[in-house]
Each structure stands twice: as structure tokens, then as C-alpha cells.
Nanobody
Framework: QVQLVESGGGSVQAGGSLRLSCAVS????????MGWFRHTPGKEREEVAH????????YYADSVKGRFTISRAIAWKTVYLQMNSLKPEDTAMYYC??????????????????WGPGTQVTVSS
């Protein structure tokens, strides 16, 4: 089992920055994918970014590329999402997620079995 808890959300003005943190605990043996997703009520959840823990390869949605960066602390106990040049359309509940043990296709959302409770990000214009 893997437990995830997000923090760092808040309200900022357009152009500002936030760093989200995801505290990771439990058994992460063979956890190959860590991702950030966001959701707005009434709309489908979308992937923002992910990182392959084995290869280090990263993915970013086109809407955040060049503005957001996913990274991690030693031993993968914390995963970060640095968000710069925030826009009102970035407003959402942001969730940290970890893949099921042995799952390697980090692009498939169904493979993420563990989710945090979320942290709200609101960007005003």
C-alpha cells in the first residue's frame, strides 16, 4: 500500500508561482510512475505531468509545458510540482498519484492505483 498527501495549494494572482508537494509513504517497491493530475467540477480529470521513477523520463501536458516542472526528493519520499507563470485556466483541484506495483505505462491513467486527497489551486486574473 502507498499513501499520498498533497500540500502547497492556495490562491495566487495570474503570473505567480506555487510549489505543490506530495508526501509519499508505504511500500513503493516497483512503483514506476508518479504523476500529477487536476480536476475541475463538471469536467474530466486530466494528467498534468508524470515521471518514470526508473528512467527519469518526464511528461507534461501541452497546456503546462515550459511552465510546470515535476521533481522529487531523495528516495522518492516527496514529489513536487513547481508551477510558474500561473494562468486562471490552471485553477483546479490537484492530485498526486502513484502507479500500481509493476505498472510501467505511465501514460495510462487507469494504472495509477493510489491517489492523495487533493489540494486546491486558484489563480485569479
Amino acid at each position: 500500500q502507498v499513501q499520498l498527501v498533497e500540500s502547497g495549494g492556495g490562491s495566487v494572482q495570474a503570473g505567480g508561482s506555487l510549489r505543490l508537494s506530495c508526501a509519499v509513504s508505504g511500500n513503493t517497491y516497483r512503483t514506476y510512475c508518479m504523476g500529477w493530475f487536476r480536476h475541475t467540477p463538471g469536467k474530466e480529470r486530466e494528467e498534468v505531468a508524470h515521471i518514470n521513477t526508473a528512467s527519469g523520463a518526464t511528461y507534461y501536458a501541452d497546456s503546462v509545458k515550459g511552465r510546470f516542472t515535476i521533481s522529487r526528493a531523495i528516495a522518492w519520499k516527496t514529489v513536487y510540482l513547481q508551477m510558474n507563470s500561473l494562468k486562471p485556466e490552471d485553477t483546479a483541484m490537484y492530485y498526486c498519484a502513484a502507479s500500481a506495483a509493476g505498472f510501467q505505462d505511465c501514460y495510462t491513467q487507469a494504472g495509477y492505483n493510489y491517489w492523495g486527497p487533493g489540494t486546491q489551486v486558484t489563480v485569479s486574473s
